[in-house]
């Protein structure tokens, strides 16, 4: 019989948010934060996220996997994302409850932009003038939570889209190709290294009546786009430069994320072909956006 599991990892408040979507994109069912020390939040502005100086992370699985298959990929994770945090060798037995349908609660619409994110099940009034975009967390990186992710969409949100073909590189859960498409772009393709990010796109694709293309590294097309996007990490985007400048038309956009403040510079450094716009920082993280020469 399937039982529920929980993992638990102490963070800094630096650290929190993006632990939570490394624990997501391991399959956790649900992850909760929770202070590891007795700093009260009072009053949080509305939309925001959060975290206290140690939170306590609670992550909870339910599936045939062994504790050390998930360990495993959960380290590995962990390592590309730079995140120096002892795991736990063990998980702890809960036990059974409805614990999928108590965690619903802790997912909120969240207005970034012009775009309005929330969760299927969720029946809140829109506000006017927002474009929905229907996101089912859990699958694969890329709530919207994380400021990253935020930059992103906030670029795409101040754009004019109509008519745009947008590839969308280490699409996690879609979150960043089908606001393109949600927004007007006539073309989007999402590529991932992770098949299950590949079937997250499609499934929050279908949640928005909406077909993304979807594709594994091995299957890259031989076409350019006139908006490249990637989320991911500084190495990475180091060490693709060429191929994600490749995607890109002459005269073509390209957005990157998932950079510190400190890494910037040399990510930059890594794109000559590229005429960048000043940099924006949120949290410590920038995002680079610019222009591919003629």
Known sequence: MTEFR?????????????????LFLADAQAVTLVDDGDTPIFEPPIGSHPVWPQTQIQALFCDERPDSEILEDLATYFQRANI????????TSLPDEDWIRA????????????????????????PEDLTVLNLDPGLAFGTGMHP????????LSARRLSGQTVMDFG????ILGIAASRL???????????????????NNASLNNLVVETLLPDQTPSCTYDIV?????ADPLIELASTLTGFARPGGKIVMAGLLDKQADQVEAAYPAIVFDDKVSKEGWTRLSGIKAE
């Open 148 to 155: 990253t992710t935020q930059l992103c969409l906030e670029w």
């Open 184 to 202: 007007g772009a006539s073309q989007v393709t999402g590529i991932d290294i992770d098949p299950q990010a590949l079937i997250s796109t499609e």
């Open 103 to 126: 965690s619903l609660d802790q997912f909120k619409p969240i207005k970034i932009g012009g775009l309005w994110i929330r969760p299927s099940w969720n029946d809140a009034p829109i």
């Open 6 to 22: 929980q993992l638990t990892v102490i963070a800094r408040d630096d650290q929190a948010e993006l632990l939570e979507e490394l």
């Open 84 to 91: 120096l945090i002892e795991l736990p060798k063990e998980f």
């Open 229 to 233: 996007i990637a989320n991911i990490l």
């Open 171 to 174: 699409c996690g859960s879609g």
